[in-house]
Every structure is written in C-alpha cells, then in structure tokens.
C-alpha cells in the first residue's frame, strides 16, 4: 500500500514489487542504519494546508508512519524510536489530547493484530516516556496490548509516549541513585544504559520533517554520539511516507559506502577539519 495513484489499475501491485525489490537491494548493502528517530512534524499544518480537521490530519500521520515503517523494517533497521506524544503536548486543547490519546490507543491495537507489523516483522512494540503522565485507563489498555509483542526479536518500534528527552536522563539519573539494576557508579555509561533507549543499539539517523531544525528536545543524549546523521526535510510529516524515507536509506547506504570520511577529519574536541562536512543534511 503506497500514496496516491491507487486508482490506475496494477499500480498499487507494481509499487509493492519496486518497495520489495529496493528493500531487498538496500538489505544486501549492510549499510542500512540500525536504529531510526523519527521526528514526526507538521500534522496540524497538513490538516489546515488539506481543509481537513485536525483530527485527520493526525490520522494521515500515522498513515504515513505505518508506510515508513514496513519499509523500514523489510529493508532490515532493526529499531525505530518515534515521537508521538511529546510530554509539552499536555498543554495543547483537553480535545486534541483526547484524540491523540485514543488514536495511539487505537493504532498500537490494529498494529499488534494478526497479519499486521508486529507480526509480519516479528516487532517487538515498547511504549517509553513518562507513563505515569498517561490516564490509567490509557496506560493499562497499551501495556495489555504491547505486552502481546514481547517475545518478537527481530525488531522493535519504541514508541514515545508521552516523552521527553530531560525527562527521560532526569529519570536516568534517579534510576542509577536509586540502585535500580542497571545502576553503580554515576557516570555517563550508566546513566546511558539506564536511558529509556539503553537496551537498543545506538541512534543512527535521526529524520524530521515539517521544514523546522530544532531537536525538540527528542533523544538529546542519543543524538550527540559521533556518527549520528540527522535529515531535515521539507514536508510535512503525512507527506513524508516511503518514497522520501526510500530516498533517506538510499543516502545513507551512499554515506557509509562512499563518503563517510567526516569521522576521520574529526579532532577528538569534535570540530571538523573541513566545515563543508556537516552531519546535518537538508534534504529539500
Ligand atoms: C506532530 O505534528 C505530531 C504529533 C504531535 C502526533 C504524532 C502522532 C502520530 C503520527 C500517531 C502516532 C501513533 C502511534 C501509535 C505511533 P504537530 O501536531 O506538531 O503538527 P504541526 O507541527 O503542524 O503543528
Ligand atoms: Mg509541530
């Protein structure tokens, strides 16, 4: 299932072949970047750009996420880490709260459902954050419905919800204090493995959309490794869907096999040699 001209006969059929065809070539390059943020931006403003209600508008998101996702598991990523609740979002209408609540509800269900992502690329579903932000009644129903995917191994989509990330090295840190099991000593590689992240490989690409470059404070820590390539790209986020995120992994294989030199014109103190080499690519 890919975005528009599902009308013209064979053509739905001949996208799925090109999708499986490109996510096998990618696979076979073992450049394919092993964990993905994403940065999900730009629903109100593709509701208010398409006339539709913002409700819609979220709704085509996750459209467009579950889109990314097959694509991005098939061409073999082994963990995605997706903003959809940020803990500031608490602050917009009690109905746009409402409704975004209900559609995560909503949608963890219908992606742990028979024949659905979870199982047809045998993910593992992990909701992080806060949870303890999240109304009972939300929060009992997704740990019902993620604990269903807890025995996939071959991928895993951290869903963050609500999250952010002082929030989550704040937690961290108390973590480590507290002696919980992955704590000792206080230092930076306990207060990692102690991240929400901590279990997961680490940040490889990290995408948003919607034309705006901040960080919105999504996955600070992670980010700020060495290597870490971050893609910034104009459209808004129910645009994104998998023909950009096709040309997102294309990049990056093309990166890791040809031009990653950056790392090697780095001084230790991280400043590059050669100001033309910047990690963070604008892709129009
Ligand atoms: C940002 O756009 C998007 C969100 C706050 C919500 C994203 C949620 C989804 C795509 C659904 C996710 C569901 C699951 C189960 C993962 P915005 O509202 O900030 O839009 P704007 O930038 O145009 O104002
Ligand atoms: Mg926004």
């Known amino acids: 299932m890919m975005d528009g ?6 053509y739905s059929v001949a996208l799925e072949w090109v999708k499986n065809l490109f996510s096998r ?15 999900m931006d730009g629903n109100r403003r593709y509701a208010r750009k398409n006339e539709i ?7 085509a998101g996750f459209s467009s996420l579950s889109q990314v996702l097959e694509l991005c ?6 963990t995605a880490t997706v903003f959809a609740f940020s803990i500031e979002n608490f602050r917009r209408t009690p109905s746009e709260v409402d409704h975004l609540m209900r559609l995560a509800r909503e949608k963890i269900r219908q992606i742990t459902q028979h024949g659905e992502i979870a199982e047809k690329y045998g993910v593992r579903i992990r909701v992080i954050g806060d949870v303890s932000r999240l109304h009972k009644s939300v929060y009992d129903d997704i740990v019902a419905t993620t604990e269903l995917t807890k025995s996939n191994t071959r991928a895993t989509l951290n869903i963050c919800f609500p999250y952010t990330s002082r929030e989550e ?22 207060i990692e493995r102690s991240l929400y992240t901590g279990d997961d490989p680490p940040l490889d690409l990290l995408i ?7 960080l919105s404070d999504f996955l600070l820590w992670q980010v700020s490794e060495r290597g870490v390539v971050i893609e910034l790209f104009d459209c808004l986020w129910p645009e994104f869907g998998p023909m950009k995120m096709a040309w997102a992994l294309l990049k990056f294989a093309f990166r890791k096999t040809f031009s990653d030199k950056e790392n090697e ?11 033309d080499d910047l990690y963070i690519k604008k892709t129009l």
């Open 5 to 10: 001209g599902s009308t013209i006969p064979g």
């Open 25 to 39: 070539t990618i696979k076979s390059s073992n450049c394919v970047p092993k964990h993905i943020g994403f940065v």
């Open 53 to 59: 209600e913002i409700k819609e508008g979220h709704e």
């Open 73 to 78: 598991y098939e061409a073999g990523v082994d």
């Open 169 to 190: 090295m704040l937690h961290s840190i108390k973590d480590v204090i507290a002696g919980g099991k992955k704590s000792g000593e206080i230092n930076e590689a306990s």
């Open 208 to 214: 948003r959309t919607s034309g705006v470059t901040r």
């Open 265 to 275: 014109l780095e001084d230790d103190d991280g400043v590059l040699e050669n100001q």
